[in-house]
């Protein structure tokens, strides 16, 4: 048994050759009021389609489910099956990534901490400005609140740099009690451990050759890469800091995160006490 669209279709095609439509009609037996239906769903969708296609133009590395806090803030409330099937509809999949080798054996996680503030996570990325300028991005985050504490674009970055950044965010936030990274050489100068060891710091150096034990910078800095640097095309190194500080207070006030339960980083840190992060706002 074929459904009304099929049966339409079934008639359109036999008037097309020649049969009157009350013909049609009665040799696929199709109701004539059927071929004049028109949906209403159609209707309904139209405005959540719109919504949903702004949103992904704003944020086009974004999937459904996180497209879907945005829906719902703007007072589309759904349902995730709904979400996805709009989200089919207007053809805005993202592409996958593609999966990475497993290692066969199991491998010892890291201490996590238990609140704000006690363990600062930092590593590097690299780029290129569209002029030839070279763009190293020091990335540091709070582990717990999973907040971006800050990015510093330059296009050479040496210790004595790592720890002016550091300083100014321990003034304005306080000491962690550790600071995890991995073993490079700007990670383990001499100046970099007696500063640490000076402001009581715990130094928790991963492994060499195991970016695994320094995961949750890792992953943010995949999403760095993903969500700005690939998405961006930027002229200078000037114009690369303005941009990409953009980015780090969208993630930071706007960017839901799903470890989170779909809160924000800096919602997360202002609910459990750490009320230091700038906000920004969703553009309509």
């Known amino acids: ?34 071929l004049r239906y028109t949906s209403r769903l159609e209707a309904r969708d139209g405005p959540l389609l719109v919504a949903m296609k702004q ?20 007072g589309h409330a759904m349902g995730a099956d709904k979400a996805l099937r709009l989200w089919q509809k207007a053809g805005l999949q993202v592409p996958r990534k593609r999966p990475r080798k497993r290692v066969a054996h199991s491998r010892p996680r890291p201490q996590l901490p238990s609140g704000a503030n006690e363990v600062w996570a930092y590593d590097f990325v690299h780029d290129a400005c569209a002029n030839g300028q070279q763009l190293k991005c020091l990335t540091i985050i709070d582990e717990y609140t999973r907040e971006c504490l800050a990015i510093d674009v330059a296009g050479s970055i040496r210790s004595n740099r790592v720890i002016e950044v550091l300083s100014r965010l321990v003034s304005e936030r306080g000491t962690p009690r550790h600071l995890r990274s991995d073993n490079g ?13 000076d402001q009581g710091l715990g130094m928790a150096l991963i492994d060499p050759g195991k970016p695994w034990q320094n995961g949750m910078v890792e992953s943010f800095n995949g999403k760095f890469r993903d969500e700005c640097l690939s998405m961006e095309w930027f002229r200078s190194r000037m114009e690369a800091k303005v941009v ?12 839901p995160h799903s470890s989170l339960g779909k809160m924000t980083p800096g919602a997360y840190a202002r609910m459990v006490g750490n009320t230091s992060t700038q906000g920004a706002t969703l553009k309509n």
Request: hydrophobic share 40%.
């Open 244 to 255: 990409i500080e953009g980015w780090r207070k969208l993630y930071n006030e706007v960017r």
């Open 185 to 197: 050489p700007e990670f383990v100068s001499k100046s970099l451990l007696r500063w640490g060891t």
């Open 1 to 34: 048994m074929v459904g009304a669209p099929v049966r339409r279709q079934q008639v359109a095609f036999a008037q097309k050759h020649g049969v009157s439509q009350r013909r049609a009609c009665a040799l696929f037996s199709t109701s004539r009021s059927t």
């Open 55 to 74: 949103l992904s133009d704003q944020f086009p590395r974004f999937g459904y489910r996180r497209i879907l806090v945005f829906m719902e803030q703007l």
